[in-house]
């Protein structure tokens, strides 16, 4: 797959990303403290913006040193501690006892994934991802000092700044796993790097609705029907054709928040004849009822729409 084609496809893929970020908390600890995952359930990040401390993972049989600029991030959530010195506490201590010592500062947020985002790119994700200051990108790098000088910085509105930088850090973060992908491995990712599958891939995502065969994807693979088939199995886990329909159906939840959309017109656009053939594959890929899931969609966002505050009035010229 030509850089081009894999810049595409990661495009494609992102572009569904549907994620809100929020920067929960931006604390300055010292002597005996702790912060766990227990307050803030779900995928998360930490950022060690000054001093350092300590990271504790599962099954993992020592502690993992991290020092300023320092990214941890944890896309399905999952256990966690991090430490000053290496020495797990009371799980919930995560303000500190007052006393001396050497600070360390962090910025906390949280990720929320909206209906719509592909499954596949969360799960093909490992359980935690430890970025290195000295591992970044000249752009990476400027982000995650654009959001350490926020947090330390305190300005007006450094908030609102932090939630931004923070929507574009999972972004960045699956960039950079992308490339330390090592060969061998399985999952979304993997097919994603893989210069054949990718082609393929790019063909589904950029038009689910086009009438594809196993033929069809193989020759955008340029291999034979066989071999493509058991490479993507191998590398993802499911068929070809199984992958297109799940995607289809993933694409159909998406599209089932815009209120203009109806069940036939999804169909259609989904490359399904009639609306009772998409109804049917729905219900026996999702388990779910199209119709049940677009009415709550529209509530859900006409509820969304009422929370919404109002925009303020625009200054009159003077």
């Given at each position: 797959?030509?850089?081009?084609?894999?810049?595409?496809?990661?495009?494609?893929?992102?572009?569904?990303?549907?994620?809100?970020?929020?920067?929960?908390?931006?604390?300055?600890?010292?002597?005996?403290?702790?912060?766990?995952?227990?307050?803030?359930?779900?995928?998360?990040?930490?950022?060690?913006?000054?001093?350092?401390?300590?990271?504790?993972?599962?099954?993992?049989?020592?502690?993992?040193?991290?020092?300023?600029?320092?990214?941890?991030?944890?896309?399905?959530?999952?256990?966690?501690?991090?430490?000053?010195?290496?020495?797990?506490?009371?799980?919930?201590?995560?303000?500190?006892?007052?006393?001396?010592?050497?600070?360390?500062?962090?910025?906390?947020?949280?990720?929320?994934?909206?209906?719509?985002?592909?499954?596949?790119?969360?799960?093909?994700?490992?359980?935690?991802?430890?970025?290195?200051?000295?591992?970044?990108?000249?752009?990476?790098?400027?982000?995650?000092?654009?959001?350490?000088?926020?947090?330390?910085?305190?300005?007006i509105g450094?908030?609102?700044?932090?939630?931004?930088?923070?929507?574009?850090?999972?972004?960045?973060?699956?960039?950079?796993?992308?490339?330390?992908?090592?060969?061998?491995?399985?999952?979304?990712?993997?097919?994603?790097?893989?210069?054949r599958l990718?082609?393929?891939?790019?063909?589904?995502?950029?038009?689910?609705g086009d009438?594809?065969?196993?033929?069809?994807?193989?020759?955008?693979?340029?291999?034979?029907?066989?071999?493509?088939?058991?490479?993507?199995?191998?590398?993802?886990?499911?068929?070809?054709?199984?992958?297109?329909?799940?995607?289809?159906?993933?694409?159909?939840?998406?599209?089932?928040?815009?209120?203009?959309?109806?069940?036939?017109?999804?169909?259609?656009?989904?490359?399904?004849?009639?609306?009772?053939?998409?109804?049917?594959?729905?219900?026996?890929?999702?388990?779910?009822?199209?119709?049940?899931?677009?009415?709550?969609?529209?509530?859900?966002?006409?509820?969304?729409?009422?929370?919404?505050?109002?925009?303020?009035?625009?200054?009159?010229?003077?």
């Amino acid at each position: 797959m030509t850089e081009n084609t894999n810049e595409d496809l990661v495009s494609e893929i992102l572009g569904k990303v549907q994620l809100r970020a929020s920067v929960y908390a931006n604390p300055t600890v010292c002597s005996e403290w702790q912060i766990d995952d227990s307050p803030h359930q779900g995928p998360q990040f930490h950022l060690i913006s000054r001093g350092s401390c300590f990271l504790h993972l599962p099954n993992q049989a020592e502690p993992r040193p991290m020092r300023a600029g320092d990214l941890c991030v944890f896309p399905r959530g999952g256990w966690h501690l991090l430490t000053p010195d290496g020495k797990a506490r009371d799980i919930g201590l995560s303000i500190g006892i007052p006393g001396s010592g050497p600070s360390t500062s962090l910025v906390c947020g949280s990720f929320e994934f909206e209906e719509g985002t592909p499954s596949g790119l969360l799960d093909a994700l490992p359980d935690a991802i430890v970025v290195p200051a000295e591992n970044v990108g000249e752009g990476f790098g400027a982000l995650l000092r654009l959001l350490a000088d926020e947090a330390l910085g305190e300005r007006i509105g450094g908030k609102v700044v932090m939630d931004k930088l923070a929507d574009a850090l999972f972004v960045m973060v699956l960039r950079h796993h992308l490339s330390h992908l090592r060969t061998g491995q399985q999952g979304l990712l993997a097919a994603i790097a893989d210069p054949r599958l990718g082609r393929a891939l790019l063909a589904v995502h950029r038009a689910p609705g086009d009438p594809w065969t196993l033929g069809d994807l193989a020759e955008r693979a340029g291999m034979s029907r066989t071999a493509f088939a058991v490479r993507f199995t191998e590398v993802i886990g499911v068929t070809p054709i199984a992958y297109l329909a799940a995607y289809r159906m993933q694409e159909a939840r998406r599209l089932f928040h815009d209120p203009r959309n109806s069940v036939a017109r999804v169909a259609a656009q989904l490359g399904y004849d009639t609306e009772a053939a998409f109804r049917r594959a729905f219900k026996r890929i999702t388990g779910e009822n199209p119709g049940h899931l677009r009415r709550n969609a529209r509530q859900m966002g006409s509820q969304a729409r009422r929370r919404k505050p109002p925009e303020p009035e625009a200054a009159l010229p003077t």
